[in-house]
């Protein structure tokens, strides 16, 4: 059978139009593999750290230091104990634990130099006050952690929170520039410190 010359310039064309295909195919491949975002930043919508022109937190980030000032304050004169004896019947005056002793809410106040006081109720309970000193920038950082870390209490007057340790109920409150911190057995709610809180509050006066 004679071969039909009509179908040559058919296939012919066929086979170019294929070789175009294949070429096309792989310059659009090369600029996908080169130009395109992260699959995981296309498929979410979000757009990636450089993108954005925002550099991701570096996993080493550590918070400036605290900055604070000593505190020679006088138990006595911060805390009138006879006041608080109608509200803790015997309270009386007490030596503060010993700086190797103290947890983390009061060691921070001894790392600062602060003031630390201590009381004995009728019942064996121990109230201690730490009183430290910061700058704004410092204070800031710390109401900062405790919005994360604690409970908001509104009753202190000033900026308060409140939470518990164990069975030792633990109070803070941030007369600027001072940081407070009142613990006891005695406090198991906000409530129960506020007294404390309050009188150390009404105490303190600035240092010149």
Known sequence: MSSDPRRVPVVRRAAAAAA???LALGLLAGCTTEDAPPASDAASGTPSAAASGTPAPGAGYTAPPLVSTPVD???GDLVDADALSSIWPG??????PATSGLD???APVAEADGTLCSWTDDAGETMTVGV???DDASLTSIANGLVASSNSVPTYVVEGYFELHDDVGVARALPSPYL???ESEAFPEPGAAEPLVA???DGLTPEG
């Not at 309270?91 to 503060?96: D, K, M, S, W």
């Open 73 to 75: 304050l006088d138990c």
């Open 91 to 96: 309270l009386v005056a007490a030596t503060p």
């Open 132 to 134: 430290a000193r910061y």
């Open 199 to 201: 009188a150390v509050v």
């Open 180 to 182: 407070v911190v009142a």
């Open 20 to 22: 175009a295909a294949g």
């Open 104 to 106: 983390d809410a009061l």
